[in-house]
C-alpha cells in the first residue's frame, strides 16, 4: 500500500497505531524493571533493619564438653538465650535483657567413671548491677545436665582486692544479702554491706551448697577485718551472726537454719540422654 496514497484519516489512524504500539512496547520492558526495583527493595530492607539493631550472636563453651550457651545479642544486651546440649535446647529466658559479664567453669569427678564432670557459672548482669549467675552442671556416668540459676548483686565483698583458695570442684557464690537474722528488721544486701558467701559443689543430683572448711576459715578472717569500722549497731550484729556462722562451718560443723533459708539456687531442669 502506497503510504502517499492514504487519505488523511488513515494516515492519523496509523499513526496513533503505530505510537500505542511504541507506548505499549515501552511498558512491556518497563514493568520487568518496577517489578525487580520492588523486589530489590523488599530483600535489601530486613538487611537494613539487622544492620541498625546490631544483632550478634556469641556463643560459649568448655573444651571437652558438649554443652553450649548460644545468645543473640543487641549491642551487648541478650535478646534470646539457648542451651545446646546432646539431649536438645532448652530457651534461658532469665537472660533477657542482660549482659555476659564471666564464665568460671569448675572440673571435678563426681560419679562413677574416670571422666572429668563439670560444674560451669555464668555471670550476667543489667545496667544496674542486678543479674543472674547461671549454673551449668554435667556428668558423664549417666550423661546429665543440671540447670540452675542464682540472683547476682555487687556487694562489699567485690570491691576486696584479695583472694580466696579453693579447693578443685568448689565455686564461689556471693548471695546477694546477709541471711534474715532473728531480732533484725531487714536484710542487709548492696555495695555497702558484707553478705552471705556460699561454696557450691557439684553433685549426683546437681549443683549444690556443701561447706569447704577452709574457705569459711579464710572468709572469717576477712569478715572480722571488714567488720571493724561498721557504724551501724544492727549491720554489725549481722556480721558478728555471719562471722559466727562462718566460724562453725570452717570446724565442719553443719550449717543453720537461717544459713539455708538464705541460699537463693533454684533449680531450673535437668536434661538426660543416653550415652
Given at each position: 500500500m502506497d503510504i502517499g496514497n492514504m487519505t488523511p484519516f488513515k494516515r492519523d489512524f496509523g499513526?496513533?497505531?503505530?505510537?500505542?504500539?511504541?507506548?505499549?512496547?515501552?511498558a512491556m520492558w518497563f514493568l520487568p524493571f518496577l517489578f525487580l526495583s520492588a523486589a530489590l527493595v523488599l530483600y535489601l530492607l530486613p538487611a537494613a533493619e539487622m544492620s541498625d539493631k546490631n544483632i550478634s550472636i556469641r556463643t560459649l563453651e568448655v573444651p571437652e564438653f558438649p554443652v553450649i550457651v548460644v545468645l543473640e545479642q543487641d549491642k551487648g544486651t541478650i535478646t534470646s538465650a539457648w542451651l545446646r546440649t546432646p539431649a536438645g535446647a532448652r530457651k534461658l529466658d532469665q537472660l533477657d535483657g542482660l549482659s555476659f559479664?564471666?564464665?568460671?567453669?569448675?572440673?571435678?569427678?563426681?560419679?562413677?567413671?574416670?571422666?572429668?564432670?563439670l560444674l560451669w557459672r555464668l555471670s550476667f548482669t543489667n545496667l544496674e548491677g542486678d543479674g543472674v549467675h547461671l549454673?551449668?552442671?554435667?556428668?558423664?556416668?549417666?550423661?546429665r545436665v543440671f540447670i540452675a540459676s542464682t540472683p547476682?548483686?555487687?556487694?562489699?565483698?567485690?570491691?576486696?582486692?584479695?583472694?580466696?583458695?579453693v579447693p578443685k570442684g568448689t565455686s564461689i557464690y556471693i548471695a546477694p544479702a546477709a541471711p534474715f537474722y532473728q531480732m533484725l528488721d531487714k536484710q542487709y544486701s548492696g555495695k555497702d554491706s558484707y553478705s552471705f558467701i556460699y561454696t557450691i559443689m557439684l553433685t549426683p543430683e546437681g549443683p549444690a551448697f556443701v561447706p569447704v572448711p577452709s574457705v569459711y576459715k579464710q572468709l572469717a578472717v576477712l569478715l572480722k577485718a571488714g567488720m571493724h569500722g561498721e557504724s551501724s549497731p544492727k549491720k554489725r550484729l549481722a556480721y558478728v551472726r555471719m562471722l559466727t556462722e562462718f566460724n562453725r562451718l570452717a570446724e565442719g560443723k553443719a550449717p543453720q537454719a537461717d544459713t539455708l533459708l538464705n541460699f537463693p539456687m533454684e533449680k531450673l531442669d535437668t536434661l538426660t540422654w543416653k550415652r
Open positions: 499513526d496513533r497505531r503505530e505510537a500505542a504500539n511504541k507506548k505499549k512496547s515501552r559479664i564471666s564464665s568460671d567453669p569448675v572440673i571435678s569427678k563426681v560419679d562413677q567413671d574416670s571422666k572429668n564432670d549454673w551449668i552442671g554435667m556428668t558423664t556416668w549417666a550423661p547476682f548483686q555487687y556487694t562489699r565483698w567485690h570491691a576486696l582486692p584479695a583472694k580466696i583458695e
